[in-house]
Each structure stands twice: as C-alpha cells, then as structure tokens.
C-alpha cells in the first residue's frame, strides 16, 4: 500500500479505503485476513492479508496515480485472456514465448507443447 499511495499514514488510508470498498458494496475486504506478522520494529502485529485476487481488487480501488500503471497492466492481461478464449491458438503462442523467456531450449518447448495438445 505504501509504495502506491506514496501517504504518510499507511494505516488511516487502508482503514480509509476499506471503508469505501464496503460502502460501495464490495466484498473484496471479507477475503482480508488478519496474521500475526511481524512489524518494522520487530514486535509481531495483526496485519491484513489477501490472496492474490484481492490484493488485485484492492490495487483496483486505490485512486493513486502510482497505482495507475499495475491498473493498466491488469486491464490488458484481462483484454488477453478474453483474445485468448476466443482464439486459443494465442494462448498458444503466448505460453511458447514465455518458455522461451524464461530459457528453455526450443527442443524442450516443442516436446512440452506436444504434450499439452495430446493431454487437450
């Protein structure tokens, strides 16, 4: 939250934010839970968490210009996957060059693309 909101009190603002996400009628804050973390000091303290879903909803009501580009970034992977169930050969494509990426030989890719398709 600090790093994209940029406020001084980290704290108020969520507690702020929370508050209009369940006015709004969101349920995205029942999937908070609070766990014994431990703080900056050291001493361990009750601190929100979510799993990834709602860290993703809750980046979405934050009205922060530093939360801008992670909102662009899920609005496109979103237009993606609807492209990809509509033509699934882009999933394809994409998955290829994501192995890619990550260092796998092509050899490799081929035989594990193979492998998807017979299992599909």
Request: hydrophobic fraction near 35%; charged fraction near 35%.
């Amino acid at each position: 939250m600090e790093v994209l909101i940029g406020s001084v009190d980290v704290g108020a603002y969520w507690r702020k934010l929370k508050q209009r996400i369940k006015e709004e009628g969101s349920e995205v804050v029942t999937f908070c839970h609070e766990l014994k973390l431990e703080d900056s000091d050291g001493k361990m303290r009750e601190k929100d968490c979510a799993n990834t879903e709602g860290m993703f909803r809750i980046v979405q009501s934050i009205p922060s210009p530093k939360a801008e580009p992670l909102k662009r970034w899920l609005a496109k992977v979103g237009y993606e996957r609807i492209q990809e169930i509509e033509d699934p050969e882009l999933a394809t494509q994409r998955t290829r060059i994501l192995y890619k990426l990550k260092g796998y030989p092509d050899d490799w890719i081929e035989k594990r693309m193979h492998g998807i398709a017979i299992w599909e």
